[in-house]
């Protein structure tokens, strides 16, 4: 996947974001529209990630957030949206922004351990209140459980 020429989505900031989905909204005014938050804009900290997912959900008009990673915190973050009316996407297996820490684009959930973890970030995350997850790059398997 490339924006703008780059070679990862990683150098996209929120204020691109802003803009791209907000043409995608004139374009396509009665659909279910859901922004990708990018890379740092909702991993440093909660309040930083509740100021970026208002601040898209109030300038594009989307309709909902797509979040990547089902760690406690994002879980946590995840929670605190939904109770403050903000709908969120997960998205777990070969996140993008995550790319350099996989070392590379492969195959998430392989092994027992791997496979395990991601089942039980799965089911964390639906806890804590997705309305849809995106499963990336991981064993068919694994996404039918």
Request: hydrophobic share 40%; proline share 4%; net charge negative.
């Amino acid at each position: 996947m490339v924006f703008q020429g780059n070679t990862s989505t990683l150098p996209v900031t929120l204020e691109e974001m802003i803009y791209h989905t907000k043409a995608v909204r004139r374009g396509a005014p009665d659909k279910f529209l859901i922004a990708d938050l990018p890379f740092l804009s909702y991993q440093t900290s909660i309040e930083e990630g509740i100021r970026s997912a208002g601040k898209i959900m109030k300038e594009s008009d989307c309709d909902a957030v797509k979040i990547e990673g089902g760690s406690e915190f994002i879980c946590e973050l995840v929670s605190i949206l939904k109770q403050i009316g903000v709908p969120v996407m997960g998205h777990l297996g070969l996140t993008p922004q995550s790319v350099h820490v996989f070392g590379g684009h492969r195959v998430q959930g392989k092994g027992e351990e791997s496979s395990s973890k991601l089942l039980k970030e799965s089911i964390s995350l639906f806890e804590s209140g997705v309305f849809s997850m995106v499963l990336e790059m991981i064993p068919a398997e694994l996404g039918k459980k």
